[in-house]
């Protein structure tokens, strides 16, 4: 069974230049979590969604961030224009919740973002 | 105060030994209780998750929950050099999201 899966794994990029990451959560879960990850602020929640819709926005950092999730199999999170201290590891993770809180949330193995 | 607290170590253990990693957090009505551990380089994963007050057991590993107090800990029994890590404790606090704590480094030496 496949987890969720993130493209690029790795992304070096100039600064002023547009980058998109990609994320495939789960088949069957229905809430997907983008995540920003550095040494100075640990994991920060940036935005999710469930059935596809943005619940939460509040962790986006500017309006240089920018989420979708057009389906339940594919979502972007994009930075235009990007800057050096955009420089962190990005994570998605997905969950499905059963009548409940929030379930165990799976990550994908991460896009480590370098902007120069 | 921050929502999600632990220390960040680096805790050093011996192997063999017991590790003890703790986490206290903010708001008294959170529900449930999550520990990841994240490898170096690598996404974290879920070693364990707890609601209920007490103790829970799983292998080598217990989690310990008491809400009145307000704290969340992670036993790691028979600790081995592989269990080397960061671990991050999550708080579901009433919402559909987790806060997560900073982490703690655990190095467990031969």
């Known amino acids: 069974d496949a987890g969720v899966i993130q493209s690029p794994r790795h992304e070096v990029t100039e600064m002023g230049q547009e980058v998109t990451l990609r994320c495939k959560p789960i088949?069957?879960?229905?809430?997907l979590f983008w995540y920003r990850q550095t040494m100075m602020r640990g994991l920060e929640l940036l935005i999710y969604?469930?059935?596809?819709?943005?619940?939460?926005d509040s962790g986006m950092p500017e309006d240089r961030f920018s989420a979708k999730m057009p389906n339940a199999s594919f979502s972007t999170l994009k930075i235009q224009p990007s800057e050096p201290r955009d420089s962190a590891v990005y994570f998605c993770?997905?969950?499905?919740?059963?009548?409940?809180?929030?379930?165990?949330?799976?990550f994908g193995p991460g896009t480590r973002l370098t902007v120069l | 105060q921050k929502e999600v607290e632990q220390n960040s170590g680096p805790l050093s253990v011996p192997e063999g030994a017991i590790a003890s990693l703790n986490c206290t957090y903010s708001?008294?009505?959170?529900?449930?209780f999550f520990w990841y551990r994240q490898y170096s380089g690598k996404s974290p994963e879920l070693i364990m998750s707890?609601?209920?007050?007490g103790d829970k057991e799983d292998g080598r590993f217990t989690a310990q929950l008491n809400k009145a107090s307000q704290y969340v800990s992670l036993l790691i029994r028979d600790s081995q050099p592989s269990d080397s890590a960061t671990y991050l404790c999550?708080?579901?606090?009433?919402?559909?999201?987790?806060?997560f704590g900073t982490g703690t480094r655990l190095q467990v030496f031969p």
């Open positions: 993770a997905s969950s499905t919740t059963s009548g409940g809180p929030t379930d165990t949330q799976y």
């Open positions: 088949s069957g879960h229905d809430y």
């Open positions: 969604f469930n059935n596809n819709v943005p619940i939460d």
């Open positions: 708001d008294r009505g959170s529900q449930s």
């Open positions: 707890i609601y209920s007050n």
């Open positions: 999550a708080v579901n606090m009433n919402t559909d999201k987790l806060i």
